[in-house]
């Protein structure tokens, strides 16, 4: 089945850029999506169809997927910022759902 | 605003099943290009997509839980379930259910239930 590979962590100093990777096999021709999640809370979907973003999400997330890799980049990072975030595409080959492993974004 | 409660035992025995519901208020189950699905996370772990189904009935799951989940739907009580069969201690996670687009993007999720599998 289809795998998505992402770091385990990323650090950013306040009011820096981080960038959030995840890797898949021609991850440019799917449709991928990310989700914030809070310690303790459910995931939120930030960014949807590779770089919209839903209503209420911030102009500072945005994404990007070409080739292997997708990215979710926070502008301006914020302390508020700091959580783990997930990417996720639908095979449509297989009809599954896939989520990469998580990153845990350190705001420093 | 559609809005998602799950429902279910906290506590399962091994090798039981596990039957969890998730109600749907704010908007019908049966409208929309929309799939409703259960995810599943343990706890300190990664999120784990167990599988979902179609206004239609039309189901999908995960390979590595295909021979032991079933999802259904309840219209007329405007719910989905989630059914897990043969569990053990590694089925222990908090489950969430959730609302998917066509291409899985997940816009909706309830708070999720914490399911524990124990003697």
């Known amino acids: 089945s289809y795998v998505l590979t992402q770091s385990p962590s990323v650090s950013v100093a306040p009011g820096q850029t981080a960038s959030i990777t995840c890797g898949g096999d021609n991850i440019g021709s799917q449709s991928v999506h990310w989700y914030q999640q809070m310690p303790g809370q459910a995931p939120v979907l930030v960014v949807f169809?590779?770089?919209d973003r839903p209503s209420g999400i911030p102009e500072r997330f945005s994404g990007s997927n070409s080739g292997n890799t997708a990215t979710l980049t926070i502008s301006r990072v914020e302390a508020g910022d700091e959580a783990d975030y997930y990417c996720?595409?639908?095979?449509?080959?297989?009809?599954?759902?896939?989520f990469g492993g998580g990153t845990k974004l350190t705001v420093l | 605003q559609v809005h998602l409660q799950e429902s279910g035992p906290g506590l399962v025995k091994p090798s039981e099943t596990l039957s969890l519901t998730c109600s749907v208020s704010g908007g019908s189950i049966s409208s929309g290009n929309k799939f409703w699905s259960w995810v599943r996370q343990p706890a300190g772990k990664g999120l784990e997509w167990i599988g979902r189904i179609y206004t239609s009935g039309l189901t999908s799951y995960s390979p590595s839980l295909k021979s032991r989940v079933t999802i259904s739907l309840d219209t007329s009580k405007n719910q989905f379930s989630l059914r897990l069969s043969s569990v053990t201690a590694a089925d222990t996670a908090l489950y969430y259910c959730?609302?998917?687009?066509?291409?899985?993007?997940?816009?909706?999720w309830g708070k999720g239930i914490t399911v524990l599998v124990s003697s």
């Open positions: 996720q595409v639908w095979d449509r080959v297989s009809d599954h759902v896939v």
């Open positions: 959730a609302r998917e687009g066509i291409r899985a993007d997940t816009d909706v």
């Open positions: 169809d590779d770089s």
